[in-house]
């Protein structure tokens, strides 16, 4: 009987997707799940031991968006996030005006709530962006109307990267009384993300492009910002989200975000250094590439490239080495490009050849290395 062979472990570039569990956090969270499993609404002694927990994530977490700890609620998912944040404002504040603003290249976890919305009386703007995947604030000013109540524009775009204008759309929010939310699930621990310096009421936080677990997230609510919860039940989270909280993955966030701060500078670098490095080996062998948003700020670790004439999930099968993301589906009759490719006005051609390579704290120079030769190998043959 033969032995069976060792299977390469993937060169993982789709930190965008998902990022692994920092050991810190892991650290942080086993006390939580061997011996701190008390309710946090309990009094005693095991109860007050995971309140400590939770107040102390609130706290971390408030420290990477410089804010306050109460202004930080707990949720289940970034997508629960989104929904408590524009839901939740509208619901609390039906007078505010039905008509919204967002762009092209939301999540879905915004442009669905966008469009479940529409059915129930809203009326939804959906601005266009560049030919490098940017929202113009001028687009924001034309389409402000006295019935706007909400303005949603993520803070960067997690296909191609590209940060968005979100101090100027916050000053015209301001100027004109509507809400600003923006969904910062990609660019948390990648960039700074100061909620007063942004000028944003709500922003959007996820706990697993943040180096912890999935499903955790996390809802900044600025004071004085009024929001109907989505899950009724007891009075948790000051009433605004009810559900006994989920102390280890809390905990878990927490110690993402202080770490997040702690490195922001070096993981930064890093990170950047990294895709640049990718970025000029696959161009300068393949001149026909197209780098999508190459002209806008871009988070410093997202590369979407898009290779002519080949299709995204036909080039990803033949080097399983890599783990990374396509930008298109590709049928018989069509190329259903993504939503954000499609806004750009990426033609088919190039389109169909979309991938999303994006870097992390842990690539290394031999990897990034290693998916630029089976990249250009497996496009050369």
């Known amino acids: 009987m033969s032995a069976r062979k060792d299977v390469m472990k993937p060169i993982y570039l789709d930190y965008n997707a998902t990022t692994p569990i920092e050991k810190e956090v892991a650290e942080a969270m086993l006390p939580f799940l061997q011996e701190h499993f008390g309710n946090p609404s309990s009094s005693h002694a095991l109860g007050r031991r995971c309140k400590e927990g939770v107040d102390q994530a609130r706290r ?9 700890p109460e202004e930080i609620v707990f949720t289940g ?5 989104n929904n408590l944040a524009i839901k ?6 039906p007078g505010a005006g ?20 529409s059915g129930k009386g809203y009326e939804i703007s959906v601005l266009p962006v560049s030919a490098d995947g940017v929202v113009n604030p001028a687009d924001i000013q034309r389409a402000i109307r006295s019935d706007t109540s909400l303005i949603s524009i993520m ?12 101090q100027e759309i916050a000053r015209l929010a301001k100027s004109h009384g509507i809400v600003f939310h923006t969904d910062a699930a990609q660019s948390l621990g990648k960039i700074k993300a100061d909620v007063n310096e942004l000028g944003v009421d709500l922003l959007t936080i996820v706990g697993h492009k943040l180096y912890t677990h999935k499903g955790i997230g996390a809802l900044f609510i600025r004071e004085g910002i009024t929001i109907g919860r989505q899950i009724h039940g007891a009075g948790h989270e000051r009433g605004r989200r009810a559900g006994t909280e989920n102390v280890l993955q809390i905990v878990g966030l927490g110690k993402a975000c202080e770490i997040a701060i702690r490195d922001l500078d070096k993981n930064e670098a890093h990170m950047r250094s990294m895709r640049d490095r990718l970025e000029v080996q696959l161009t300068q062998a393949l001149p026909d590439a197209l780098v999508n948003g190459l002209h806008a700020p871009r988070l410093p670790n997202t590369l979407s490239i898009s290779f002519p004439g080949i299709e995204a999930q036909s080039l990803l099968a033949r080097i399983p080495e890599i783990a990374a993301s396509t930008g298109a589906a590709c049928h018989s009759d069509r190329v259903d490009l993504s939503a954000t490719l499609a806004a750009m006005q990426i033609d088919a051609h190039h389109g169909m050849g979309t991938i999303r390579l994006s870097t992390g704290r842990f690539t290394t120079i031999e990897e990034i290395d290693l998916a630029a030769e089976k990249i250009i190998e497996a496009l050369k043959h």
């Not at 977490?61 to 804010?67: D, K, P, R, S």
């Not at 998912?77 to 996030?81: Q, R």
């Not at 008509?99 to 092209?104: D, E």
């Open 77 to 81: 998912t970034g997508s629960e996030a």
């Open 98 to 117: 039905k008509h919204i603003i967002t762009s092209a290249i939301e999540h879905p976890a915004v442009s669905d709530v966008c469009d479940h919305l």
């Open 155 to 166: 803070h960067a775009n997690n296909e191609v990267g590209t940060i968005q204008p979100i």
């Open 60 to 68: 971390q977490v408030a420290a990477l968006l410089n804010c306050q």
């Open 88 to 93: 939740g404002f509208l619901d609390a504040n």
